[in-house]
């Protein structure tokens, strides 16, 4: 009861007309990393563009307020079922709410914007290797420009395989032996961190965390590791742990579709849960960023997504630290992967594509059996 009392309240934040207010408005509307007016277009460097929101949200309001026509910014429409409630304010899971489609009374809303209908509003170019960056990089640790990726358990079972199709190595034992992979530029990676709730996918202790050879993946680079709860002293330890002096920390604001902050009273026993974290090490002398240009910023805005997904602004961070280098990212679910010059390794994956014939050798000689 007193759970839905903080679900169904509602904030002045959410009003319509009031999408955001002061501050926040300017932080939300910034990009989430330096814009470059001079760089050539389609670099794989290349920043979020700035998307601005109208402040009143709506066209109607937009037209009232300033006159005719509209503005060019984003704007919303009001979504009308016979169900929804025009008193109980908005929803606040918005598009992802579960029940938008069929009982939920709160208001839900969805784009009226005509720019992008048209294919013409602005958005983050796709990630790309840039070939000249990765002729920089030293030849082991240089990206290729396919996506790769290992379905592949990382923490040791007894008695199975690290991969999927277990029964073609009944007798292995340990998770996927990271030494196989070679050397990285960049790892990142979301540990599913055993902290103490019940979530639908395996976790892992600090122990297995520890015992994963992370060693062997880096001598120079860059490790960026999501942590949250009690793994934000975990993640510091296991980091020292692994050899990383921890360098920086990026934090992300989640915000919904109408680029408010996410209060949805579900997340956090003190404090709700608004941002996470992601810690960031460093390991021997790497290069620091893109030469010439400033530093990202440790601030990513940016809208929450499905349980667990994380915003994809961090996989530029990451090309920007070392660019041209080889990425790999850890326990990666199927979302993550198609990234180019990343290799992603994870028990959830829909099968496996290894495309650098070295990398595939390294792959065929430790497990013959596993039919790569
Ligand atoms: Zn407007
Ligand atoms: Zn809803």
Redesign the pocket.
């Known amino acids: 009861m007193a759970r839905e009392g903080i679900v169904t309240l509602k904030r002045a934040m959410d009003l319509p007309g009031v999408p955001n207010s002061g501050a926040l408005l300017e932080t939300s509307t910034f990009p989430t990393s330096p814009p470059l007016p001079s760089s050539p277009p389609s670099r794989s460097v290349a920043p979020v563009p700035l998307t601005r929101y109208?402040a009143?949200v709506t066209?109607e309001a937009?037209r009232a307020a300033?006159g005719t026509p509209?503005?060019g910014?984003v704007?919303f429409r009001k979504i009308h079922h016979p169900w929804t409630s025009h008193q109980a304010g908005d929803c606040h899971f918005l598009q992802l709410c579960r029940f938008s489609n069929s009982t939920c009374r709160y208001q839900h809303w969805e784009l009226d914007d005509t720019l992008a209908e048209q294919g013409k509003r602005p958005t983050a170019p796709p990630l790309r290797l840039c070939a000249e960056a990765a002729h920089k990089v030293p030849e082991r640790l240089r990206a290729i420009p396919e996506p790769q990726w290992i379905c592949c358990d990382l923490r040791p079972k007894t008695f199975e395989s690290p991969f999927a199709f277990a029964d073609q190595h009944p007798q292995t034992s340990t998770g996927f032996d990271l030494s196989t992979l070679g050397q990285f530029g960049v790892i990142c990676m979301d540990p599913p961190w055993a902290i103490g709730i019940d979530v639908p996918y395996d976790t892992l202790t600090d122990h297995d965390l520890r015992e994963l050879a992370i060693q062997a993946l880096q001598d120079d680079g860059y490790l960026l590791l999501w942590v949250t709860g009690r793994a934000m002293e975990s993640g510091r330890r296991l980091m020292t742990h692994w050899g990383y002096k921890r360098c920086s920390e990026i934090v992300w604001v989640k915000v919904n579709m109408m680029q408010n902050v996410i209060r949805t009273g579900r997340t956090g026993h003190f404090l709700n849960h608004t941002k996470e974290h992601c810690l960031v090490g460093v390991k021997g002398k790497p290069p620091r960023g893109v030469t010439g240009k400033p530093p990202d910023c440790d601030v990513i805005v940016s809208e929450l997504r499905e349980s667990s997904r994380k915003p994809d602004e961090i996989y530029g961070i990451a090309n920007r630290l070392w660019p041209g280098a080889r990425c790999l990212e850890l326990f990666a679910r199927q979302h993550n992967v198609g990234k180019p010059g990343w290799v992603a390794l994870g028990n959830q994956l829909e099968g496996s594509e290894i495309k650098d014939p070295r990398l595939l050798e390294r792959v065929r000689e430790r497990y013959p059996h596993a039919g790569f």
């Open positions: 109208c009143h066209k937009c300033r509209v503005c910014d704007h």
